[in-house]
């Protein structure tokens, strides 16, 4: 039996309170439900997205599951969501409200979901806090962003939220958010098409750079929409490394195509010549399925693209699950 494992999903929870009246300043997200099925997310009095029942009903989102043949989903909240520009402890109260709700929907689905948390990542202390109490739920990882405030993550504040995920055997899902230019790229929805490829590229290249990898070897990490803009370039990567160390090996002096096979990446890239440049770059071992569910600039049926290659089965096995609970450290017999 293969099963499909969709490692990158995105959940909200129906009802939001509203952050901005509790707290006493703005900038939170809340739910507008104008009518039934549908909801605007708001920032404020400003309209950010709309989004139907299966951004926050479990089964609304298990129909979808049967009818696209997905056996698993991993849920993690949508970036806006993340709120690192908050208080600390505002943000923290944020995130367990969020991983609470996550946990709930495992806890009831154990067979049809797996959930990442989100932590305060501008307070380290108060994220590995959090990150243990996620564990102690049943989440099995944490959603993080690929900058926190504009800082890279090889910044040393953060070691000490990978230090606890790699200590804890908890996976982490890094998703491109708050773009580089944004404000320069309002145009024609360039910050999703253009920035968020870019933006992972930039979290792949900190981590490398900055020996993230050699400093925490177990540490799990994927990558969103297929590594963005890194495997199309690490040709240029590795050249710059070559041609300039002094400028690029001042805190880890390996290749960086040396890491090509320490860390995963989802196959989120929407062109099958490209699927099979990703998986021969990245390596067979190392793509799992994800379709950015249930938002418009995913793929429609997960895993469509990889069926539109030919695999063997062992390959196809790898790409539909294997992978996936490879990354979570988790056993595929749980969920038969």
Known sequence: MCLKVDIHTHIIPKNLPRWADKYGYGGFIHLD?????????????????????????????????????????????????????AKP???????????????????????????????????????????ERCKKIGLVGIEIGSNINDMNLNEPSFFPVFAAAEKLGMSVFVHPWNMIGFKQMQKYWLPWLVGMPAETSRAICSMIFGGIFERFPKLKVAFAHGGGSFPATIGRIERGFETRPDLTAIDN????????????????????????????????????????????????????????????????????????????????????
């Open 33 to 85: 439900h104008h009518r039934a099925g549908c909801a605007r997310m708001m920032r404020d009095d400003e309209f950010f997205r709309e989004i139907q029942e299966n951004c926050w009903d479990a089964e609304a989102r298990i129909k979808d599951c049967n009818l696209h043949r997905v056996d698993v989903q991993v849920l993690s909240t949508i970036p806006v969501m993340f709120n690192y520009w």
């Open 253 to 336: 002096d390996v290749n960086p195509r040396n890491y090509i096979g320490r860390f995963y990446v989802d196959s989120l890239v929407h062109d099958s010549a490209f699927l099979k440049y990703l998986t021969e770059t990245m390596g067979i071992n190392h793509v799992c399925i994800g379709s950015d569910y249930p938002f418009p600039l995913g793929e429609e049926i997960p895993g469509s693209i990889i069926e539109t290659v030919k695999w063997n089965n062992g390959e196809k096995e790898k790409l539909m699950h294997q992978n996936a609970f490879n990354w979570l450290n988790l056993k595929a017999e749980s969920f038969m």
């Open 89 to 131: 402890k505002d943000c923290l109260e944020i995130s367990s409200f969020l991983n609470d709700h996550i946990a709930e929907i495992v806890q009831k689905y154990p067979k049809r979901f797996v959930g990442l948390g989100t932590v305060p990542m501008q307070s380290a202390e108060l994220a590995v806090k959090e990150l």
